[in-house]
């Protein structure tokens, strides 16, 4: 058996049901979005209720949602008909998930949802089904087979599913106007949390470990400075302590083998002027940014006056888990 061969065809089978699913989108979704936006205003909340495997792929939807500002909780369809409806407050929307639509469980308690002035949308692949039909909107999720050989394991349909609940997510998001900033509020913890909460000046090296110096200080002296801050970086500096240049140890190479009197040069001859360099204030993914664009190893860091008050060396943010 060729696995390979079997991997790909697996994801060909799941794209072409993405297609497929991507050409059934109609004014439905445009109404989904827009009664979301609605629900959320009026600090309703977005239920998703699902069995089986569309159960699984609901609580993946809801916690997308929920990162991106919109406000969701999961229902368990059997438990809810036990007390648990008690989560459902009048004006939320309810995103029921079932590919049939004839999912016992759901249909069940459709009733008791009903009772309450809520709106119900079906992500569903049977738009003539039990649920489509007691359903407001009916968001279509038909794929033409599954990837399953016997065309039953839930596969490219659970797919089609995860894509609309993530349609309707990023959809809602812009039409909010969440922003990077509102994203990193509720990504406090983690990688993504360092990266968009951090600011360069908590991560740069500063004090005795930023190499700084005069424009007229020779190479010489210069090196003995980098030496002592253990750095490959120094930020040169006028007489007012602005920033003016950069120098290098890969700057002090390339010199050295066409200047046998390099080492007596004041650094303002052999200076790299007008170097890269970012606010002490400005996002550590800001830097992150700065380092991926531009293939720099050492970023100078400046403060308002633009005097260089700190570095950010690439082979710290292995150590900070930045990247």
């Known amino acids: 058996m060729n696995h390979l061969a079997q991997a790909r065809k697996v994801f060909d089978l799941e794209l072409a049901a993405l297609q497929a699913v991507r050409a059934q989108l109609d004014e439905a979704f445009t109404k989904a979005v827009e009664l979301i936006l609605a629900t959320l205003r009026a600090h309703g909340k977005i239920i998703v209720v699902g069995i089986g495997k569309s159960g699984h792929i609901g ?6 949602l929920t990162s991106t500002g919109s406000t969701s909780v999961v229902l368990n369809s059997v438990d809810a ?13 309810v995103l029921a998930l079932s590919y049939s639509g004839e999912s016992e469980e759901l249909l069940n ?4 949802l009903k009772r309450f002035p809520v709106k119900i949308i079906a992500l569903t692949g049977a738009p003539k089904s039990a649920l489509a039909r007691h359903s407001d909107l009916v968001l279509k999720t038909r794929v033409p087979t599954e990837a399953c050989p016997f065309n039953l394991a839930p596969t490219a349909s659970t797919t089609a599913m995860l894509v609309m609940g993530d349609a309707l997510a990023i959809a809602v998001l812009q039409a909010r106007g969440f922003k990077r900033q509102d994203f ?26 930023n190499a700084v110096a005069g424009e007229n200080l020779t190479v010489k ?26 120098f290098t140890d890969g700057d002090f190479r390339r010199h050295m083998t066409a200047d046998a009197g390099l080492l007596a040069r004041p650094l303002r001859s052999v200076m790299t002027r007008r170097p890269i360099c970012i606010r002490e204030d400005a996002l550590a993914v800001e830097a ?36």
Do not use: W, Y
């Open 59 to 64: 609580h993946k939807i809801s916690a997308t």
């Open 81 to 93: 008909l036990h007390g648990d409806l008690g989560i459902v407050n009048d004006g939320d929307v």
């Open 109 to 112: 308690l459709l009733p008791a």
């Open 184 to 209: 990193a509020r509720f990504h406090p913890g983690g990688a993504i949390g360092r990266t968009m909460l951090l600011r360069v000046g908590s991560i740069m090296r500063s004090g005795p470990r």
């Open 221 to 246: 002296d210069a090196l003995l400075i980098m030496t002592r801050a253990r750095s490959g970086c120094l930020s040169v500096v006028n007489a007012r302590g602005r920033l003016t240049g950069v």
């Open 288 to 323: 992150l940014k700065v380092f991926h664009e531009r293939n720099i190893d050492d970023l100078i860091v400046v403060n308002a006056r633009r005097e260089p008050v700190g570095l950010v060396d690439s082979q710290d943010l292995p150590k900070l888990k930045l990247m």
